[in-house]
């Protein structure tokens, strides 16, 4: 079984410009998350779907960040403007569905450098 | 509030030793779920184990244990007979509520087996 995939693997951008990471979820999951991952901490959801519509988008800075999931598979995380602070691995993951247990899969990760 | 707190310096272990991560969390919902998950250099988020709240038993998935202490709210994992490979982070998170999947993660800890 294939597992989530994501791309590019690394970005290198200037501040003030666009970016965008796309991921492909484990076929069949309902779920998908977009998580952040600064150097040194944990991650931090950022936005999770079910199907094509949005679950929880409350960490999400809406000023500059946002995310679609046409047709319930693939997804896409756009930054624009991006800022230094904006330096992370933006993490995808997905599940079968939500509520009760439903282990996460995650992805290798994008890592970006706004410079 | 912090949800999940991981405060343990980098580890050093020695390999076929047992190391225990400890795992604390805060949460007023009486259902949720607690999850350990490795991340080697690579970058990848690994699920290792999960107990849930009204579970009575400590989870246990091979050389991984959870040592479940519910009313000091604390979910330490617990690595046997260490192995090179398990150098790596390792994060605790925690699920609150049954009705999403909404994972809050830890700081991680750093473990590192040596020869």
């Known amino acids: 079984e294939a597992g989530v995939a994501q791309s590019p693997r690394y970005k290198i951008i200037e501040k003030r410009q666009s970016v965008a990471f796309w991921c492909n979820p484990i076929?069949?999951?309902?779920?998908l998350y977009w998580y952040q991952q600064i150097l040194g901490q944990g991650p931090k959801l950022l936005i999770q779907?079910?199907?094509?519509?949005?679950?929880?988008d409350s960490q999400l800075p809406k000023d500059r960040f946002s995310a679609e999931r046409l047709k319930g598979v693939d997804s896409t995380l756009k930054i624009q403007p991006a800022k230094l602070e904006d330096s992370a691995v933006y993490l995808c993951?997905?599940?079968?569905?939500?509520?009760?247990?439903?282990?996460?899969?995650f992805g290798p990760g994008t890592r970006l450098t706004v410079l | 509030a912090q949800k999940i707190t991981q405060t343990q310096p980098g580890m050093f272990v020695q390999e076929k030793e047992a190391v225990t991560l400890d795992c604390t969390y805060d949460?007023?919902?009486?259902?949720?779920?607690l999850f350990w998950y490795k991340q080697p250099s690579s970058g990848e988020m690994i699920f290792l184990i999960y107990?849930?709240?009204?579970?009575?038993q400590n989870a246990t998935e091979g050389r991984y244990s959870l040592n479940f202490q519910k009313a000091r709210k604390s979910a330490n994992l617990v690595i046997s007979a260490s192995q090179l490979g398990d150098s790596a982070m390792y994060f605790c998170?925690?699920?609150?509520?049954?009705?999403?999947?909404?994972?809050?993660f830890g700081k991680g800890n750093q473990v590192v087996v040596i020869p």
């Open positions: 779907f079910q199907n094509n519509g949005v679950v929880d």
């Open positions: 998170a925690m699920r609150e509520g049954l009705e999403n999947n909404r994972l809050a």
């Open positions: 949460t007023s919902d009486q259902s949720y779920g």
């Open positions: 107990q849930g709240s009204y579970d009575e």
């Open positions: 076929s069949g999951h309902a779920t």
């Open positions: 993951a997905s599940s079968i569905g939500q509520g009760g247990y439903n282990e996460q899969f």
